[in-house]
């Protein structure tokens, strides 16, 4: 071969491995594998926690620090709150149109690539799953995991439910808020009998006890788990696959039943919300997350209350919330995988335990933040309570399944028609269980 012909052939040869090598940076640009240290990225980041902006912005604070940590000197995330009606669409919608975000809260069994309803988040990358399986408590270790993967963490810690006392209202009752405090559910049921006050024509002007009957049925049904399991019931099998003999098994028609009678002594469903009824004076106790403690003291510092670990009986469980957790997550369509993951590996660190949720009061989710010494945590209202929680044995969880929250908002609204009077306990939980086992085998 002439001297001419090979140059020109190793010219090729040079031209066409660049070509692959530019043709690779783009490919790794688009999922995120080129990003320099001193490169310009926009993140973003969607949550519909919208009841504390305050929260939404921590994560892109948190990430913000991250990256900077990291030695991303110019990587900035941005918070942006979507409204919690109808969220799920949108999320879906900006998804669909490549305008969603880099990292989200949601469900995993709602949307984790493999499996999901709505396929988008990406599992963790080794890294970023050993961190968090490495730092998480025990009592939130599987949230955010879904068909033995996980998929992201736990935005807070506070799926772990509480009763909030009014003090107040104790002492008007000639109770001692230190030592007269409900350990079960039945010394729930009087004390809330106790603490409610009537007029002269009997209708409830305090109640004892407010429950969620309001806001979807998600939400009711999130409320009234605690109760459920407690009392020895599930909603699905524990194989997952049928409702028929749990959700209406004859332990959770008395359990239901139990809480009607408790509603229909101590409650008064005019006062709307549990939350805003608290705050208002309205009702002396409730059940809510460890957030609402910080809410109250900053909206209502007139309601001297106290947080108290759920009451226990004989299944003495850890009251969650529901039957999957929020969590904080990667989208599959995010121009920078790498860089992402490498943050989320990054925010398993305790450091930002404290600034994910400190500006709203939240509490933390890992094992060396949850103590008394603590500064954060040590000091906030519900510290002992959470402390308390934590180490019972964990509840019955669903979220394996991504049909868990189409059955949570049924659940939820059936359970709201019989507070209401509107249907009676067995039949309705009969009708339940057969519309639940329907949307299970179509989910199959």
């Avoid at 640009?29 to 912005?57: C, I, R």
């Avoid at 270790?141 to 772990?160: A, H, L």
């Avoid at 459920?228 to 209406?248: A, K, Q």
């Avoid at 009824?277 to 403690?293: C, L």
């Amino acid at each position: 071969m002439k001297l001419s012909k090979r140059i020109g052939f190793i010219a090729v040869l040079i031209l066409l491995v660049l070509g692959s090598v530019w043709a690779n940076g783009a490919s790794e640009k688009s999922t995120g594998n080129s990003v320099s240290k001193d490169e310009e990225v926009q993140l973003m980041y969607w949550s519909h926690y919208g009841q504390s902006p305050a929260f939404v912005q921590a994560f892109a604070d948190s990430v913000n620090l991250a990256a900077k940590n990291l030695g991303y000197t110019n990587v900035t995330c941005k918070a942006e709150v979507i409204e919690y009606s109808n969220y799920e669409a949108k999320y879906i919608t900006g998804f669909a149109s490549n305008n969603g975000p880099d990292f989200f809260l949601a469900r995993p069994g709602d949307w984790a690539l493999d499996g999901g309803k709505n396929p988008i988040a990406l599992p963790l990358d080794e890294k970023a799953a050993k961190a968090w399986d490495d730092a998480l408590s025990s009592v939130f270790f599987n949230d955010g995991y879904f068909n033995g993967v996980r998929y992201g963490f736990p935005s807070e810690g506070g799926s772990i439910q509480m009763l909030y006392i009014n003090t107040d209202a104790m002492k008007d009752a000639g109770l001692d808020p230190e030592n007269d405090l409900p350990e079960t559910l039945n010394e729930l049921k009087t004390l809330a009998e106790k603490l409610t006050i009537r007029d002269s024509s009997g209708k409830i002007i305090r109640s004892g006890f407010q429950p969620r009957y309001l806001n979807g049925g998600g939400n009711i049904m999130g409320k009234f788990l605690p109760y459920f399991h407690n009392m020895g019931c599930r909603v699905l099998s524990e194989d997952l696959t049928t409702s028929t003999g749990y959700i209406n098994g004859d332990e959770a028609v008395r359990a239901v039943s139990w809480f009607l009678d408790m509603v229909e002594k101590s409650s008064n469903l005019e006062f709307g919300s549990p939350e805003t009824a608290f705050q208002s004076g309205q009702t002396a106790i409730i059940n809510r997350e460890g957030w609402f403690a910080k809410d109250t003291l900053d909206k209502a510092p007139n309601i001297n209350f106290v947080c108290v670990p759920f009451p226990s009986d004989e299944f003495d469980l850890a009251p969650r919330s529901g039957g999957a957790s929020w969590c904080n997550m990667v989208s599959a369509k995010t121009e920078y995988k790498d860089l992402c993951m490498e943050i989320m590996a990054e925010l398993a660190k305790p450091e930002y335990d404290v600034t994910l949720h400190e500006s709203a009061g939240y509490p933390p989710v890992l094992t060396a933040t949850m103590t008394m010494e603590n500064e954060y945590f040590g000091s906030m209202p519900y510290a002992e309570a959470v402390l308390v929680m934590s180490d019972k044995k964990p509840s019955p969880t669903y979220d394996a399944i991504s049909s868990w929250s189409s059955i949570s908002n049924m659940s939820g609204d059936t359970l709201a028609t019989i507070f209401t009077g509107e249907a009676e306990v067995e039949p309705a939980l009969d009708s339940l269980a057969v519309r639940i086992d329907q949307m299970l085998e179509q989910s199959k």
